[in-house]
């Protein structure tokens, strides 16, 4: 049963079969007329079975509510084909609604580029094979039309005047909702308690224009400036001290910039490399037994970092034989 967290906010907890995440956080925000839903759960029938029940259990109707999807993660994104009916509104940022709403998002040639170019190819990853790219595997299903919502927007739910605050790093055009007399912020997968969240590269580690993890730090910042009393992600436990957890999650990743630093002090190494050389908080023996997802999630979070590096000045980067080798100026 979704418990109200907030009056009038119920949590729906929908799970992710298979997913070490475990299970997703949705919301549902009643209002007079509409409702409004804050993101869905992957593209399976596990998860729609659940957010029925969940809806059902909460007395609201099809057709009563509508989608605010914070990024185009499909464990946030995959349902809304399957919730959309005919009054439905999808709200969304730019980034997510092209990948909502367009046929094609390209995803298989990225994945071919990015499994050769980050060195993953030579760990035994095949760039032919991007059904482990969650990306496509459980895209969400296609919608007819989304609304794209910028940056400073208002959305009246209820007694609720929320706010979308645009916070790239984890995903482009990641929104993240602020409700300030309430004072509360729904930060999908921005801010998360206890899991730190992913921050990846979009584009390929030559190509790459922009520094994402660079924009992760500075939306931290951005959400920092709020006078926040609760925040409601989009996994596990909600977070009571937005400052605390802030802070925590930079201190990680100056960490982790420091030890890459360390880490490539006297030789040259691809993303692969260095992702394989760092600490993670997962249950598999050694490198070698990490399934290729996870490898590809570990060799993007380390290639986030590099490339960071790399805009910083304190690294550069070279191409040989497509393999892109990071080292020290
Ligand atoms: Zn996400
Ligand atoms: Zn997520």
């Given at each position: 049963m979704a418990e109200e967290v907030y009056p009038n906010i119920h949590k729906l907890t929908i799970p992710l079969p298979k997913n070490p995440l475990k299970a997703l956080n949705a919301y549902l925000i009643k209002g007079n007329k509409r409702h409004l839903l804050?993101?869905?759960?992957?593209?399976?029938?596990?998860?729609?079975?659940?957010?029925?029940k969940e809806l059902a259990e909460l007395g609201i109707e099809k057709d009563s509510f509508d989608l605010f999807i914070?990024?185009?993660?499909?464990?946030?994104?995959?349902?809304?084909?399957?919730?959309?009916?005919?009054?439905?509104?999808?709200?969304?940022?730019?980034?997510?609604a092209d990948s909502l709403t367009k046929k094609s998002t390209g995803a298989k040639n990225r994945f071919y580029d990015f499994v050769i170019q980050?060195?993953?190819?030579?760990?035994g990853l095949t760039p032919e094979d991007s059904s482990i790219h969650p990306g496509v595997r459980y895209a969400a299903q296609k919608i007819e039309q989304a609304q794209v919502i910028k940056d400073g927007d208002p959305i009246k739910v209820g007694d609720f005047?929320?706010?979308?605050?645009?916070?790239?790093?984890?995903?482009?055009?990641?929104?993240?909702?602020?409700?300030?007399?309430?004072?509360?912020?729904?930060?999908?997968?921005?801010i998360l308690g206890k899991i730190t969240p992913n921050i990846a590269i979009w584009g390929n580690p030559w190509t790459i224009d922009q520094d994402y993890l660079g924009e992760y730090l500075k939306s931290l910042d951005k959400v920092g400036r709020l006078k926040v009393k609760l925040v409601l992600p989009g996994h596990r436990h909600l977070v009571?001290?937005?400052?605390?957890?802030?802070?925590?999650?930079?201190?990680h990743h100056h960490f982790r910039l420091e030890d890459m630093l360390e880490k490539l002090k006297d030789e040259?190494?691809?993303?692969?490399?260095?992702?394989?050389?760092?600490?993670?908080?997962?249950?598999y023996s050694?490198?070698?037994?990490?399934?290729?997802?996870?490898?590809?999630?570990?060799?993007?979070?380390?290639?986030?970092?590099l490339t960071h590096l790399v805009f910083s000045g304190l690294l550069k980067k070279e191409l040989d034989q497509e393999v892109v080798y990071y080292a020290r100026r």
């Open positions: 804050i993101d869905t759960g992957f593209n399976r029938p596990e998860c729609l079975a659940a957010m029925e914070t990024h185009l993660h499909g464990d946030h994104s995959g349902l809304a084909g399957s919730l959309v009916f005919e009054n439905t509104k999808v709200l969304t940022g730019q980034y997510c980050s060195g993953l190819a030579d760990m005047e929320l706010l979308c605050v645009e916070t790239i790093g984890h995903t482009p055009g990641h929104m993240c909702l602020y409700e300030p007399h309430h004072q509360l912020l729904f930060s999908g997968d921005h009571r001290d937005l400052h605390q957890r802030i802070s925590e999650l930079k201190a040259k190494l691809t993303g692969a490399q260095v992702a394989s050389r760092m600490k993670w908080d997962l249950s050694s490198w070698d037994k990490f399934p290729p997802a996870q490898k590809f999630f570990a060799t993007g979070e380390a290639l986030s970092h």
